[in-house]
């Protein structure tokens, strides 16, 4: 059975710091892209940050560039986003997805695109 799971979500005070994890069983993120969507309460899911499990490419939302960084351990099957200098605005719910996709596709992220979720970890910011 294909899964996802999350974890590291929490509640940190602002310009705080958060890893979050994703752990893939039944696969290997081998040949997959891997991206860090998020969801605040109104709002469209989002996404974050994205790796290509094969090349190391990385993609950042704009709202993110310079203050996250997408990692992977092939070896663990997990991929990790380190998120420094935490705002309030980046209060919502993170998931994970994954699929097979083409560096293109990776670099615009949208998430009808991605047959691979996680369950979502809470991650909330206080000023």
């Known amino acids: 059975e294909v899964q996802l799971v999350e974890s590291g979500g929490g509640l940190v005070q602002a310009g705080g710091s958060l890893r979050l994890s994703c752990a893939a069983s039944g696969f290997t993120f081998d040949g997959y892209v891997v991206c860090w969507f998020r969801q605040a309460p109104g709002k469209e899911r989002e996404g974050v940050s994205c790796?290509?499990?094969?090349?190391?490419?990385?993609y950042y939302a704009d709202s993110v560039k310079g203050r996250f960084t997408i990692s992977s351990d092939n070896a663990k099957n997990t991929v990790y986003l380190q998120m420094n200098t935490l705002k309030p605005e980046d209060t919502a719910v993170y998931y994970c997805?994954?699929?097979?996709?083409?560096?293109?596709?990776?670099?615009?992220?949208?998430?009808?695109?991605?047959?691979?979720w996680g369950q979502g970890t809470q991650v909330t910011v206080s000023s």
């Open positions: 997805a994954a699929d097979r996709l083409s560096l293109v596709i990776m670099a615009n992220p949208l998430e009808y695109d991605y047959n691979y």
């Open positions: 790796i290509s499990s094969s090349h190391g490419y990385t």
